[in-house]
């Protein structure tokens, strides 16, 4: 489906179109949940996806999360690598599975479920901070999984690079999608799957 927009006001015309693609699903199926290497306490989601065969096919994942320990998160947040924002450069076509790691919000610290202040600033698969990227045994998760157009995904992989680290880096411009404005005009075909951060 193609969703064009347009605002006029007084002489200034601003344009926007989005196409919302078929759903390329995560295979519900294949999802489970494995340990954190030597620990019974902490887990990640393993998930399955097959990629159509057509080029072009763009992917955001995300995922809201109720822990006994920590309380609910108030919004979806993008998983941990990448923002959540994949596409099919690499891997068109395949038939694969792939991990998924916990994401963070902008305004959580990293490691903020740490318990064990000595471990705090320990590595676990790349991912600084004990426990970030990680779910307590137990939680409840809602995965997000998004098919979105390629001018949707370059606005928000443009916007996950616009603030460069230090001081001495220089922003760069956003891939918006609206002529005559700034931002992105999008939608999402999207799958919402619960469950429970329990490895079998």
Partial sequence: MTYVLEIIK?????????????LAPVTEDSLRF?????????????GH?????????????????????WGEDLFYIPMLEQDGNYND???NGWDFSFPMYKGRGFWQEWGEQEVDNDNMNDEVDGNSGATTG?????????LKWSSVDRASWDFWVSLQFNNPAGPFGAPSDVNSNINGGLGVFGGTSSQYIHLLAQPE
């Fill in 89 to 91: 450069e690499y891997i």
């Fill in 10 to 22: 007084g002489d200034s015309l601003v344009t926007a179109k989005t196409t919302i693609p078929k």
């Fill in 34 to 46: 494995i340990y954190r290497p030597d620990d019974s306490t902490y887990c990640y989601m393993l």
């Fill in 134 to 142: 990680f779910w307590n045994i137990g939680d409840s998760v809602i």
């Fill in 49 to 69: 996806l097959f990629d159509p065969d057509t080029i072009g096919n763009c992917y955001r994942a995300f995922s809201k999360t109720e822990s006994q320990n």
